[in-house]
């Protein structure tokens, strides 16, 4: 390679590396042009992202099928077909019971919880395990926004972060950048939780003198405006209380298996229903607009749509 | 003109291809556990061996912007490190032997390594990325290398046409 070629290349390199350092200090200041970019890539990929999925499923479980089917190829031809039909079948009863069950645990959740949103389909996760994020197979078009809240059965998810018309991008609680105003359940003890990648999380801000015990329910308080207040975030997995310094380091635990999900629930309001009030009374106060917890419950979701879901936001 | 174009098509095919797959991987091998490799590295390195341009050096830096955009609303950090092992690449690589497929798995290995590291201290000036397993990263360097031969033919395929090829011959 010619010195003068050596020198182009050179200088072209540092010139890039420049240009992406002021754009990671641009796009992390405003990350809406990062998350419109996110959005298009996501809309480019999720189609083949699906039919790839759906392809891998079948050949695992035609894999599976062949698998189970080795012992008894030798014994008989018609045999095999019948298994063959039933290991099938199995399968596909198999994957329809456990949907089934995951459905009614999201179903419950909506039943107790009053709420409002849409059932979406994991279709990927993020290719680089800095991140923690999911893709979903529903997007704008389904009403799918920015900054709302996911759950699954056990608990938070994570949020909205980026839409394109029919697919959405999700930062799961555990990310770095994640964070969520948080209530000990036990000893009401406010703090901040943070994603600390792995399937970890930490909370933050709550100071020595509160007491927090291993496995307490972390709830979410609902002042951060993204999360209504009562969802279970994890439990209390290490409380560490160091000789200097302000508050405690606590280790919390999610209560969902974010490396397992299938199926989430994108959270787009609150409905009031008549059962969570303890009185009739209440009842109609809410209707006058004086009880303040339900009130306060969609605040936080309806009058109030937050549009920058990050720790800034949050603290 | 129309062959930069097209080189930049081909490539931007190759990454999204790459991406889908690493989607893939992270999904069905639980990526939240374990580390799945990061095969636009294995892309860059190729490029670092073979086509030491100017247009080789921007191909490396959209190949990190892609990435960037696909993983999060941050654009820049992964365009960087990949710039800068194309860097390092363009002034070692001629010292190497390259066709071996273990050299190369070793360079893999090594720009994998580099570029987390580059990445993250990136990434530090944005974002906080304390508590980070950097455990998890030499393992992704392995798997990325042990991926690397079936990467660098998929590579060779997509990105080193013929045409390129022939008017490489005549410059040199």
Known sequence: MAIVERGRIFGVCIALIAGSLFLTAYTGKNPTIGRRGAASIDQLMSPVSQINRGVFDQVFGVVDAYINLQGV???????????????????????????????????????????????????????????????????????????MAVVEGNGIVGQIVATSISSSKVLLLTDHSSGIDAIVQSSRSRGVVE?????????????????VSVNDRVISSGADAIYPRGLLIGRVSDVRNQAAG?????????????????????????????????SEDDFHAEKDGSAPIVSSKTDALQSAPPSQPTKEVQR | MKNIIAHFL??????????????LLHFYFHAV???????????????????????????????????????????????????????ILAFLSRGMFVQSWFSSAVVVFLACLVSTA?????????????????????????????????????????????????RGRRSR
């Open chain 1, 73 to 147: 190829k030798e014994k008989n031809k018609e045999l095999q077909e019948k298994i063959s039909r039933l290991e099938t079948k199995n399968l596909e009863l198999t994957e329809a019971r456990i949907e089934n069950k995951r459905l009614r645990s999201l179903l419950n959740l909506k039943q107790q919880e009053g709420l409002q949103g849409i059932t979406a389909t994991v279709i990927s996760y993020d290719p680089s395990s800095w991140t923690q994020g999911i893709s979903i197979d529903r997007g704008y078009a389904d009403g799918v926004r920015v900054g």
């Open chain 1, 195 to 211: 994603g600390l990648g792995r399937n970890r999380c930490a909370l933050r801000y709550v100071t020595r003198d509160e007491v």
């Open chain 1, 246 to 278: 302000l508050f405690q380091s606590i280790e919390v635990t999610p209560a969902v298996d974010l490396s397992r999900l299938e199926t989430v629930f994108v959270i787009s309001g609150l409905t009031i229903k008549p059962e969570i009030f303890s």
């Open chain 2, 10 to 23: 081909r490539a931007l095919l190759l990454g999204l291809c790459l991406l889908v797959i690493q989607n």
């Open chain 2, 33 to 87: 556990e374990y580390a799945v490799p990061n095969l636009l590295i294995i892309v860059i390195c190729y490029v670092g061996f073979f086509d030491l341009t100017v247009k080789g050096a921007f191909t490396c830096w959209f190949l990190g912007v892609l990435l960037d955009l696909s993983i999060s609303s941050i654009i820049g950090p992964w365009a960087g490190s990949f710039a800068g092992v194309f860097l």
């Open chain 2, 118 to 166: 580059m990445y993250a201290s990136m990434l530090a000036s944005v974002q906080n990325i304390e508590g980070i397993a950097w455990l998890y990263v030499p393992f992704e360097a392995l798997s990325t290398a042990i991926v690397s031969p079936l990467v660098f033919s998929l590579s060779r395929f997509a990105l080193d046409r013929r045409q390129d090829r022939l």
